[in-house]
């Protein structure tokens, strides 16, 4: 009985073993579509089976109209195949393909309509006991090739930021799980074909990779309109769009088995023609004209002309003009900018040109849609030159910004005219004579100037003492009549000078009361200015006039200086008086008839190699009394002690003093005339005065101090010693003192 239990148990586990070894055929999920005329090839696979590794398949056509199957080939029966298809499997239209111990594949080279039908796979058993499956069927339909593709660009010439529009038509015979795509692609010159953009088989849309930004910034457009119309647009073309396209369309089914993938079944492509896009500043031209001047400082003006602008995007355009220098040796220099109208209008200055630009001088901009113009308002002779203007046209980018097509140059056009030399001669005229000190000295200067347009004259009185040295400016008329006082003319003789125009070239000079320092010569230093249209001044040339002289005997009185100091040699702190007297020789003035201006100075000590002498103090004929620089504290004092007499004092002496001292007198006298009149200025002989320092002098205020340090120290121990004594006893109660008075009574 335990027998019997035992073999039931393994005839289980064995049937269950062949259950789970059951034999199983696979093919392809279908249907599988193909379009007539192609291919396709049907894999067909063995699994779980026992027997031999190297299994035998059979392939045959079900009909399925109940008639008989049509046998088609076997991996082990030659004589297998039907009569029917005989013809097509010994040509190798039909053939099968061992790929490998339990798969086959099946292949037919060109696919008919009458293939339409199912197919099936089997394997002969070498099973021990028969499980599972041993055929597997899939349907194949073949379709006609009904996909039509007419493809159109409605403009193959476009201006570049206009829009190229890519139609695509593609029809086909509807049939069931088949899908269609459409594909645009362009070559330029004789590379590949680039794809652009492909929509579908998924109703995806694939970019091509040089165009993703493209269509992510919105430059590239699909516009599904069914029925078949695909149409593909690109905005603002660009020249590099330029290229032959085409129009791919493909007929796709999903991948055997099941899978996501897509296999193509059909594939036509049509030209669509090249494209032509033409730069926007290729179509422009420019020309220039220009409007010379007669003569230098008229105006010369430059219209660049811009023609073809009516394909330019809202008329943007920039400009610039260059200049060329002429050289005498007929030469013309490197161009320069002159100035630059950019796309939105700024006026941007060349570097040569920045000044005259920001000034007004030159002016730049928009005359005319089509028109630019350039204006010199006071042309130089170095304007004189060749001159030309570059266009360019300006349409939006991608991004928001503008691109700049390729610039467009006028012929150059020269810029001349006949350069005359402004020329101005003055010739001065003694009108009246200084013959004595205190007269009137009057001279006049006359002015022609040839090749100057609309002058205005400025006048300068100089003067020179002595024939080769340094002129001084006395007065000055400018332009616009303003007389100014110069600085070579003291302040204090405002009211003794005068220049005035007397005639349209004519200028007269005046010096009232003349002195002796006024003697010397005198001429008129005139300049010629033109006006531009801005109004201002601008110089063109100078010249100056012959010299004339004032000259007159002085026949004031006649003075020494001299000088003297009360000591050689003073101490430290101590004051020093330095006598700065004059002398009248001859006849002596009337008391009142005669002033001094006197000028003390020192060199110091350590500058008299130098000859470095310092102001110290001053005091003028009405008894003004000014510091120099070097006298700022007040160190130095200056007395008149009577009419001929002038006393420096030095205070508080210190080593800084030591060094030698003199003093400068101008002699002031009252001519006959009852005027004052300056006479000559003399100056005295020096005088040292040295600083004694001795020994005890350097140190005995350093010892004092120290010696005032320490006993104000000691004392101030002494009296905080007895202030802390003070403060503990009476802290203390074993010392606390007792009252004599209360003793007494207790005794």
Known sequence: MRQQKGFLLFVLVLELAVLCESRLVTVPDG??????????????????????????????????????????????????????????????????KKLGEASVELTIRN?????????RCSTP????????????????????????????????????????????????????????????????????????????????????PAFTERYADGGLLLDLRGGGVYRMELKEALALDQ?????????????????????????????????????????????????????????????????????????????????GERRPEGVV?????????????VLLPGDSYRQRLETGAVTAGRSGPATFRLFVLRSRDQDMGRYSCKVAAWTR?????????????????????????????????????????????????????????????????????????NPRKVVSLSADSVLQLEE???????????????GQLEYRFRLYGAQVSDRGFYYCDVTAWTRDQSEDWSRAVSAESNKIEITFTDAGPVFNVSIRSDRDSVSPGDTAQIECTMAILGATPNTGDVAYDVRWFQTPLLAMDNGGAVPLISMDRWGVVRRGSANESAEFSLERTDRHAFVLRLHRAHDRHMGEYHCTARLWYISASGLWREGRELTSAPVSLAVSLAFWDSVQIPVLCGLAAALAAGLLSVVVGLISAHWCLSRSPMHAPRNKLIDLEMD
């Not at 490197?334 to 939105?344: K, R, S």
Request: with cysteine.
């Open 31 to 96: 249907p599988l579509v193909r379009v007539e005329g192609q291919s396709v090839s049907i894999r067909c696979n063995v699994s779980d089976y026992q027997g031999p590794r190297d299994q035998d398949f059979e392939w045959s056509l079900i009909t399925g109209d109940g008639g008989q199957d049509i046998q088609l080939v076997s991996t082990f029966d030659p004589m297998y195949t039907h009569t029917s298809v005989l013809d097509r499997v010994e040509s190798g239209d039909i053939s099968l």
């Open 111 to 119: 696919v008919r309509a009458s293939d339409s039908t199912t197919y």
């Open 125 to 208: 058993s070498t099973d021990s006991v028969i499980s599972g499956n041993y055929y597997a069927d899939v349907e194949l339909r073949v379709i006609g090739d009904t996909l039509k593709v007419s493809p159109a660009i409605p403009s193959a010439a476009v201006l570049e930021g206009q829009s190229v529009q890519l139609h695509c038509n593609a029809s086909r015979a509807y049939t069931a799980h088949t899908f269609l795509s459409i594909t645009w692609s362009v070559r330029k010159g004789t590379g590949s074909p680039e794809d652009i953009l492909t929509f579908g088989p998924d109703e995806a849309v694939r970019v091509g």
């Open 243 to 323: 290229g032959a396209y085409m129009c791919t369309a493909r007929e796709w089914t999903r991948q055997p088995g099941g899978g996501k993938g897509w296999q193509k079944i059909l594939e036509k492509s049509e030209d669509m023609g090249s494209v032509t896009v033409t730069p926007i500043g290729q179509s422009l031209a420019a020309s220039l004209s220009p409007v010379s001047p007669r003569f230098t400082g008229d105006p010369t003006e430059l219209l660049c002309n811009v023609t073809d602008i009516r394909n330019v995007p809202d008329g943007r355009l920039s400009v610039t003009w260059t200049y």
């Open 333 to 345: 220099s490197g161009p320069m900018t002159v100035a630059t109208v950019d796309e939105l209008g």
């Open 397 to 469: 980018s991608l991004r928001g910004g503008w691109d700049k097509s390729p610039e467009r140059q006028s012929l150059p056009v020269t810029v001349e005219w006949t350069a005359q030399t402004p020329l101005l001669n003055v010739v001065a005229h003694r009108v009246r004579e200084a013959a004595t000190g205190g007269s009137t000295f009057e001279m006049s200067c006359r002015v022609t100037g040839q090749n100057i347009q609309n002058p205005g004259y400025s006048v300068l009185i100089r003067f020179v003492e002595r024939q080769g040295s």
């Open 488 to 502: 070579g003319m003291a302040a204090s003789r405002t009211d003794s000078v005068a220049l005035e125009k007397t």
